[in-house]
């Protein structure tokens, strides 16, 4: 055995091999060692924790490729190849030995794995046919068809193209003695008078193509576009399993991130293993609002900022490294986002753009440079504690409006604390929905208080928009208001309020046990403890806001309360994890900003499709973004807003009209 293994490496053909192996193999791992060096530049953050989750999450995500199906063509075609991919890969480990030290090894005589192997091969191409069919007819708009593109569908076609013809014509040479039920068919039709000797001599001349086709698309891999194709596993096995509503600390020293240093090393490998096939654009409201905002493009610039700057900061030629903020990203594409997470839900390979959008804001804040309306209301948060500008004394003022005076949480012990909120305490539109909760509250039994002026905006929003100085401001006054009070559990009307105490107070030593009010209604409903005077009559669609059902989970409590009110819901084509944004989060609702369509107006299309009577929220800022996209879009009197808790109200006989003067001041909102 010994001496037929170094008969074949001291042969030309072995040589040959040993020389293209070593070769291909040392550019590989001398890219592969950059790119890890570069990786290593960014700030070091824990990634190999819960094992378990992380085994569950890459099987889900990347062996059965879960979120390519949301275009299930794609998710088909996709799993072709890749499963393709794997399955060649044992064949290609067993040719690599037979290369390199003459030794066949017995699996690629195995009949099963055999047939296995030449039906991949085939559904590889069909995958492939699939991928370029949609490139070229059906191509959405933040696709590119590059060069690289082509040559990478190439390359994979090339494979299976030197795969079924060397083995085909081995078998007629009698090199090869079992194939599968494709590659026999291609020998019985194209090859059927091909003598023995030929059929060797073309199945070598195929399989040293082949051979030199995987090492050439080993270093094409780590230095093209396509690097995804190494990294998307890695990216995906080390994805970040915090809550998605909790972003990552600031540092205080320097907030934010404008160079590669500052980011951590799996915001650096988003670059990495991004493989540009535009899902977090196609679903991201600030694109398709003609904003400057591409979230591919932020990841595609991050990737050029590491390769580019990484060098020079290998080099140490540290004092020429750019920043990322205006020398790669401009700050209009960073204040675009709405922080609304479609982008991470939809990413393929596990990317996450809100936490390194944020990074960036917060370098923006830090050094000054913020729009002068953002900067007011920053002043006003400050000042106020909300973004309303008004005084602590105004935010109980809608309470004014109840027959009953809802109790003092600072002073007596209750059960529930209801964190009202800013946009339910001082938002004229979203008056009918706040007064709604408390009668509903108080009819359902429920023991509850607020903290009266003590209360502060709760920071969620603060903090996206970068300023984590006030964010942190915020919430310590609000824990502080919070300490004075007896109560054990905080129930809210507003989505951001819940996200950010339930995820990230925390952090402050403050956990709190939290609910979104529709899953106490959804529990009091089920447990036959809430029923209703009457059936709602009424044909309605549900919008789930952002931090509600993206963010933290609940999709399916405000439909069982729909359900259980008797109404017609209809769904809209984007629902669930697939919402559409309103356009208010991430501190958008204070920034103005020149688009083609708003994302709100362009939600508002989506419902009239319906034909439905109202449009349901459950979220008091949705309240006042769709009365103006409703007014916006020309649709005044053909559809009305209104927060699932007015409709429970209504069917309690809870509910009063908002009188003439409210109605003209929420006109006028
Ligand atoms: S979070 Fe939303 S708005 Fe921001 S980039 Fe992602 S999809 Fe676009
Ligand atoms: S970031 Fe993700 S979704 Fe966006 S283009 Fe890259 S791989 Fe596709």
């Known amino acids: 055995m010994f001496s037929s293994i170094m008969a074949h490496i001291t042969s030309p053909a072995g040589i040959a091999f040993w020389l293209m192996f070593i070769i291909s193999w040392g550019i590989f791992l001398q890219r592969f060692i950059f790119l890890v060096r570069l990786l290593m530049l960014g700030k070091k953050e824990k990634r190999l924790d819960k094992i378990d989750e992380r085994i569950k999450y890459f099987i889900k995500n990347v062996i059965f490729g879960q979120k390519l199906f949301d275009i299930p063509y794609m998710g088909i075609a996709h799993l072709m190849v890749f499963w393709g991919f794997l399955i060649f890969g044992i064949k290609t480990g067993c040719e690599f030995v037979n290369g390199l030290v003459g030794i066949k090894i017995p699996v690629l005589e195995w009949t099963p794995y055999v047939y296995v192997l030449d039906m991949f091969a085939l559904l590889v191409i069909l995958g492939l046919f699939a991928g370029t069919v949609r490139r070229i007819f059906f191509k959405p708009e933040p696709v590119k068809n590059s060069l690289d593109a082509c040559l990478c569908l190439f390359l994979i076609f090339f494979l299976m193209i030197t795969y079924f013809i060397g083995e085909a014509a081995g078998f007629m040479g009698g090199e090869v003695t079992v194939i599968g039920p494709f590659t026999a068919l291609l020998a019985g039709v194209f090859m059927n008078n091909m003598a023995a000797a030929t059929g060797v001599t073309v199945c070598h001349i195929f399989w040293w193509a082949h051979m030199s086709g995987i090492l050439f698309f080993l270093d094409y891999i780590v230095y093209s576009k396509h690097l995804h194709l190494a990294t998307c596993p890695f990216n995906s096995f080390l994805v970040n399993l915090e809550p998605k509503g909790k972003l990552p600390p600031s540092d205080e020293k320097s907030p934010g991130a404008g160079r590669i240093d500052e980011f951590s090393w799996p915001q650096l490998m988003d670059g990495y293993a991004c493989s540009e096939c535009g899902r977090c654009a196609m679903n991201c409201p600030a694109y398709n609002s003609g904003s400057k905002l591409s979230p591919q493009e932020i990841i595609h610039e991050m990737k050029v900022h590491i390769l580019t700057e990484g060098s020079k900061m290998l080099k140490k030629n540290g004092s020429e490294v750019k920043s990322i903020i205006g020398d790669y990203i401009?700050?209009?594409?960073?204040?675009?986002?709405?922080?609304?997470?479609?982008?991470?839900?939809?990413?393929?390979?596990?990317?996450?753009?809100?936490?390194?959008?944020?990074?960036?804001?917060?370098?923006?804040?830090?050094?000054?440079?913020?729009?002068?309306?953002?900067?007011?209301?920053?002043?006003?948060?400050?000042?106020?504690?909300?973004?309303?500008?008004?005084?602590?004394?105004?935010?109980?003022?809608?309470?004014?409006?109840?027959?009953?005076?809802?109790?003092?949480?600072?002073?007596?012990?209750?059960?529930?604390?209801?964190?009202?909120?800013?946009?339910?305490?001082?938002?004229?539109?979203?008056?009918?929905?706040?007064?709604s909760a408390a009668r509903v509250f108080k009819k359902a039994g429920l023991d509850f208080g607020i903290l009266y002026e003590a209360e502060r905006n709760a920071g969620n929003d603060v903090r996206r928009i970068g300023e984590e100085g006030l964010f942190e401001m915020l919430v310590e006054?609000?824990?502080?208001?919070?300490?004075?009070?007896?109560?054990?559990?905080?129930?809210?009307?507003?989505?951001?309020?819940?996200?950010?105490?339930?995820?990230?107070?925390?952090?402050?030593?403050?956990?709190?046990?939290?609910?979104?009010?529709?899953?106490?209604?959804?529990?009091?409903?089920?447990?036959?403890?809430?029923?209703?005077?009457?059936?709602?009559?009424?044909?309605?669609?549900?919008?789930?806001?952002?931090?509600?059902?993206?963010?933290?989970?609940?999709?399916?409590?405000?439909?069982?309360?729909?359900?259980?009110?008797?109404?017609?819901?209809?769904?809209?084509?984007?629902?669930?994890?697939?919402?559409?944004?309103?356009?208010?989060?991430?501190?958008?609702?204070?920034?103005?900003?020149?688009?083609?369509?708003?994302?709100?107006?362009?939600?508002?299309?989506?419902?009239?499709?319906?034909?439905?009577?109202?449009?349901?929220?459950?979220?008091?800022?949705?309240?006042?973004?769709?009365?103006?996209?409703?007014?916006?879009?020309?649709?005044?009197?053909?559809?009305?807003?209104?927060?699932?808790?007015?409709?429970?109200?209504?069917?309690?006989g809870e509910y009063s009209q908002p009188d003439k003067k409210e109605d003209k001041e929420k006109a006028a909102v």
């Open 330 to 435: 401009k700050p209009e594409e960073l204040w675009g986002c709405y922080t609304c997470y479609s982008c991470v839900e939809r990413c393929p390979v596990s990317n996450c753009h809100v936490p390194s959008i944020v990074q960036m804001r917060r370098k923006l804040i830090d050094k000054g440079e913020v729009d002068e309306k953002l900067s007011e209301v920053l002043n006003f948060f400050g000042r106020y504690g909300n973004s309303f500008g008004q005084s602590e004394r105004n935010r109980t003022k809608w309470t004014k409006k109840l027959d009953f005076k809802i109790r003092d949480a600072r002073k007596e012990e209750v059960e529930y604390l209801w964190f009202v909120g800013d946009y339910a305490s001082y938002d004229l539109s979203a008056a009918p929905a706040t007064l």
């Open 477 to 652: 006054k609000n824990i502080e208001a919070m300490g004075k009070g007896k109560f054990k559990k905080i129930i809210t009307t507003d989505p951001h309020t819940y996200n950010v105490i339930k995820n990230e107070y925390p952090k402050f030593n403050a956990t709190y046990e939290i609910y979104h009010y529709t899953e106490i209604l959804d529990d009091l409903i089920k447990k036959g403890h809430l029923k209703f005077n009457k059936k709602i009559e009424k044909s309605v669609t549900y919008h789930d806001p952002c931090y509600l059902g993206r963010y933290n989970g609940i999709f399916e409590e405000p439909r069982d309360i729909l359900k259980a009110l008797g109404v017609n819901l209809l769904e809209m084509p984007r629902n669930r994890s697939f919402s559409y944004c309103c356009g208010a989060g991430g501190g958008k609702i204070w920034m103005e900003e020149e688009l083609k369509e708003r994302p709100g107006y362009n939600r508002i299309k989506e419902a009239m499709e319906l034909k439905v009577d109202s449009f349901v929220v459950a979220c008091p800022k949705d309240i006042s973004m769709f009365i103006d996209a409703v007014k916006g879009t020309g649709n005044d009197g053909k559809i009305v807003i209104k927060d699932i808790i007015e409709l429970v109200a209504e069917a309690m």
